[in-house]
């Protein structure tokens, strides 16, 4: 499985981006899919999780009311919509999907590289 983050970047406070992660992977049941991020300094905690066909979705409460997740199944992308960005949301975002191996039936967890977002006051 290979998890691709895009859509960081630099924005002023108030502002808005749109993370994508596009999956690629075979032989695998992809279960949940979520966002991570990671400050300098600090560790790293959820922003938002979502479960297979969206069933079950989990916020921070950081992230409620101003982040929106969502999955195009079809495409095997997630997207990370973040409105109203504060200073405090500068991190590095990571991607997470975890599954179960068709040939084995092991359960498997796997993260993106990374996508830094910066917001400026």
């Known amino acids: 499985v290979q998890l691709v983050e895009s859509g960081g970047g630099l924005v002023q406070a108030g502002g808005s981006l749109r993370l994508s992660c596009a999956a690629s992977?075979?032989?695998?049941?992809?279960?949940?899919m979520g966002w991570y991020r990671q400050a300098p300094g600090k560790r790293r905690e959820l922003v938002a999780l979502?479960?297979?066909?969206?069933?079950?979705?989990n916020y921070a409460d950081s992230a409620k009311g101003r982040f929106t997740i969502s999955r195009d199944n079809a495409k095997n992308t997630m997207y990370l919509q973040m409105n109203s960005l504060k200073p405090e949301d500068t991190a590095v975002y990571y991607c997470?999907?975890?599954?179960?191996?068709?040939?084995?039936?092991?359960?498997?967890?796997?993260w993106g590289q990374g996508t830094q977002v910066t917001v400026s006051s």
């Open positions: 997470y999907a975890d599954g179960v191996d068709i040939h084995s039936a092991r359960v498997h967890d796997y």
């Open positions: 979502t479960t297979s066909g969206g069933g079950s979705t």
């Open positions: 992977f075979s032989a695998f049941s992809i279960n949940a």
